[in-house]
């Protein structure tokens, strides 16, 4: 068996399990949603296929077995429900620890035939396997002699007889049955126009069909199972590929299709939105729709997201699989590139009546900012598989203790390097956890303090310049600042009679070794989940920000730079020593004139303010005199600004950011290191740290 290959299969299979439990997820709060359990169907189906084809045949032969189950629950046998979901996702994680497994296998093996007997005798299922090779009904077997192959487009077909077509010897139920076989399609029929039965004539129709038909016939096929009854029969179609945007991240809404179907005006959906009642229910309550034309708008609502779903899979197929190891290298070659570019910029300003020098450097450094943008936006990964990644066990952990929680996610589409977010998932993994534990309280507690009995746990991610921020909030019971301070006096951290502020408070949780919980579980209570916060996002040079209140709730903000390959910074000296000021923080500069004998800290104005100061010189020891005229570097942080005295500012520098080392890991106020044009070194500041 080939390697290569083989590898490719497993990265493959490791994808389509991870979108396999999202969909799983999804089933759970759309039960009736035929397209997640056909999609949940197919993936078992490909690795199936695929695995025999690769030589895991103890995989296959598994995957087989809840594949005939799943088979079953497709086909109406059996309803979907949450036994199922929680076998299947028992199932996928076998799947993945047998695809995973490197010893013998026979253990694993079987447990693979014990689980799959436990699935049929837990839902009751006595179908044969067979029943997962049976071909979907028409509309992915190729009717019609059609190539399945072929790229599908969702129509939206209504078809109205005329009330003579009966008298002309046509059955539109045959017309209707025959479009139906061109694919996969949902048909609604509208019976509004149907006359009382006092004054129905049998010889007319008054039926008309909405017919949403997904297949690779072309338009015309369409109109050609029309074609002898034109005359007395209206048909319109319309492809949902001309109403969709693959960059809309919000679906077209109920009202907006009732108005474009002509069913209301925008003046009426105006006057009813803003009632707490569903808009589909009171519209038909006020008689301005009938229940039909409510149906049809959902399904046509329906039918776009399925559609834009399938598209940006559409598009996804022009991406190539690339090892992460080799964009690691790239990135490596960019960064010492950089060094070079500063390196000969260093080396033509010594020659400035040499214009073409000049000119070929400036020329190398715009394609050296091009070729590092590039390679940057290439590392660049949607976080939104991560926050995924967490439904899992905010499912799992809230069921182990006995909570309803409810995870809602939004900011997904919101891209950071790579390394960035291979980072942030232990981080992102024990503050879910505390929330889970401490904050969302047991429905009974939240049923005695009117909340509604499901606690709500909100990951959010957003863009902030060149810094991303992500929350993690919940509506919990808040952090109790008295027990945390009885802790922190129990251990000596503080003494009996000091009152700290919240902040202060806070910032106790982050101690190594300090839990407020009595218990220890399997859960929390160790004390050593927010400590690993805290180191991770020191590693990467973000901040931590917490504002609790008690009763309502707790929310946690990391904010965390885009990249921590290459960053943009401010040049500054310091008598000899050289130093990097990220430019993400920095606010503004002045000149500033000391007063009186130099010392660490100082007050001075800045645009009508006061501005807390402090001297580098000083705080990092550095021997020597200031100058006369020194310069102050203003920055951010956390939305408070203060001043960093230097003797000079050189300018901007594209900074490859080195690490220390350990040797340097306790040192004060510093996050880095990078390499100048002229070959010295440079340190970069973390001025949070040095402002704390």
């Known amino acids: 068996m080939d390697s290569v290959f083989s590898e490719t299969f497993l990265e493959e299979a490791a994808e389509l399990l991870s979108g396999l439990e999202a969909t799983l997820l999804d089933l759970e709060k759309k039960p009736d949603d035929k397209e997640l359990l056909s999609s949940a169907f197919r993936v078992m189906h490909t690795i199936k296929g695929s695995a025999s084809m690769f030589g895991f045949d103890e995989v296959s032969a598994f995957t087989h077995k809840i594949e005939s189950i799943l088979a079953a629950v497709r086909e109406g046998v059996i309803p979907f429900s949450k036994t199922i979901a929680d076998y299947t996702l028992g199932a996928r994680d076998l799947i993945r620890e047998m695809l ?39 509309r992915e077997s190729g009717v019609g002699g059609r190539d399945p192959s072929a790229r599908k487009v969702t129509y939206r077909i209504t078809v109205r007889p005329g009330p003579d077509i009966l008298a002309r010897g046509a059955n539109p139920i045959k017309l209707i049955r025959e479009l139906r076989n061109l694919g996969e399609s949902v048909c609604i029929p509208n019976c509004d126009a149907v006359p009382r039965l006092s004054d129905l004539m049998p010889e007319e129709c008054h039926v008309s069909w909405e017919v949403f038909l997904t297949t690779t016939a072309s338009e015309n096929d369409i109109r050609d199972v029309f074609i002898f009854v034109e005359d007395v029969c209206e048909v319109r179609i319309v492809s949902l590929e001309s109403v969709i945007d693959t960059q809309d991240k919000d679906a077209k809404r109920l009202g907006e299709i009732l108005v474009e179907d002509g069913k209301i005006d925008r003046n009426t959906l105006s006057r009813f939105l803003s009632s707490r009642k569903r808009l589909g229910e009171l519209l038909v309550e006020e008689r301005l729709v009938s229940k039909t034309d409510v149906k049809v708008a959902l399904e046509t609502q329906s039918q776009i997201q399925k559609a834009v779903r399938e598209k940006r899979e559409e598009l996804s197929l022009g991406t190539m699989r690339v090892k992460s190891e080799k964009l690691d290298d790239l990135m490596a070659l960019v960064g010492e590139l950089v060094t070079v570019h500063a390196r000969v910029l260093e080396g033509a300003s010594r020659h400035d009546d ?339």
């Open 354 to 692: 040499d214009a073409e020098l000049l000119s070929a450097a400036e020329q190398f450094g715009r394609l050296t900012d091009e070729l590092r943008s590039n390679a940057m936006d290439i590392r660049m990964v949607s976080i939104g598989g991560t926050f995924a990644s967490f439904r899992r066990l905010v499912r799992d952990l809230s069921a182990q203790l006995g909570k309803e929680v409810a995870l809602e996610i939004r900011g997904e589409d919101t891209e950071l390097d790579k390394t960035v977010i291979e980072k942030l998932k232990d981080p992102l993994l024990h503050i879910i956890r505390n929330s889970l534990d401490h904050g969302i309280e047991s429905p009974e507690q939240r049923a005695r303090l009117g909340k509604t009995a499901a606690g709500t746990i909100r990951l959010n991610a957003e863009h902030k310049g060149t810094f991303v921020s992500i929350t993690v909030e919940d509506d919990g019971k808040g952090l109790n600042r008295e027990a945390i301070r009885q802790k922190a006096v129990q251990k000596g951290l503080l003494s009996p009679g000091e009152i700290p502020s919240d902040q202060e408070t806070f910032k106790l949780i982050f101690l190594a070794g300090f839990s407020t919980s009595e218990t220890v579980t399997s859960v929390s209570g160790r004390g050593v989940g927010m400590d690993v916060v805290k180191r991770q996002m020191e590693s990467m040079g973000g901040n931590i920000a917490i504002e609790s209140e008690e009763g309502e709730g707790t929310r946690i903000a990391l904010n965390i730079p885009l990249t921590l390959a290459i960053i943009d910074g401010l040049l500054v000296r310091i008598s000899d020593d050289f130093f990097v000021v990220p430019l993400a923080c920095v606010d503004g500069c002045f000149d500033f004139t000391r007063e009186g004998s130099p010392v660490e800290t100082c007050v001075t104005l800045y645009q009508g303010h006061q501005l807390p100061c402090i001297s580098l010189r000083s705080f990092f020891s550095v021997e020597g005199y200031s100058p006369r005229l020194e310069q102050t570097v203003v920055v951010n942080i956390q939305g408070v600004k203060y001043g960093l005295i230097v003797d000079a500012i050189l300018g901007n520098m594209q900074a490859v950011v080195k690490p220390l080392g350990a040797i340097y890991g306790n040192a004060r106020g510093l996050s880095g290191a990078t390499i100048r044009g002229d070959g010295s070194v440079a340190l970069i500041l973390d001025a949070e740290r040095i402002i704390n």
């Open 100 to 138: 995973g497994s490197t010893g013998s296998g026979e253990d694993i093996s079987a447990r693979a035939l014990s689980f799959a007997a436990s699935f049929r005798d837990a839902i009751g299922f006595r179908g044969s396997d067979a029943q997962a090779d049976a071909p979907e009904l028409g």
